[in-house]
């Protein structure tokens, strides 16, 4: 396995043991990472083209599910901030009225 390979490889699993955590942190900074990765393979000589091509493959699939898990993620926070938003309406209501 060449070095890029793995470090592809590396990258992608640490990527989606953030993504499982919900780490949004961790998976700022491993996309930085993940970018600077891919990049570096290529422009490293290939030895072993169908094993970068399938790092790849399995790195573009994982970022289609984190672009979903992060869609999903944004929606359950606008809605808790629209019920939040809803029950101080209605709290200041109440001291009108109190």
Not at 17 to 43: F, G, H, N, P, Y
Not at 78 to 87: F, G, P, R, T, V
């Amino acid at each position: 396995m060449s070095a890029a390979v793995k470090r592809l490889e590396e990258t992608g699993n640490a990527l989606r043991d953030a993504m499982a955590q919900q780490d949004w942190t961790a998976i700022s900074v491993l996309d930085l990472q993940c970018r600077q990765v891919v990049e570096a393979a290529m422009v490293e000589p290939r030895e072993d083209d169908s094993a970068i091509r399938q790092r790849l493959q399995e790195l573009v699939c994982l970022y289609r599910e984190l672009v979903s898990t992060c869609q999903s993620e944004k929606q359950r926070v606008a809605d808790e901030l629209i019920q939040l938003n809803q029950s101080q309406q209605g709290a200041n209501i109440y001291k009108l009225f109190g």
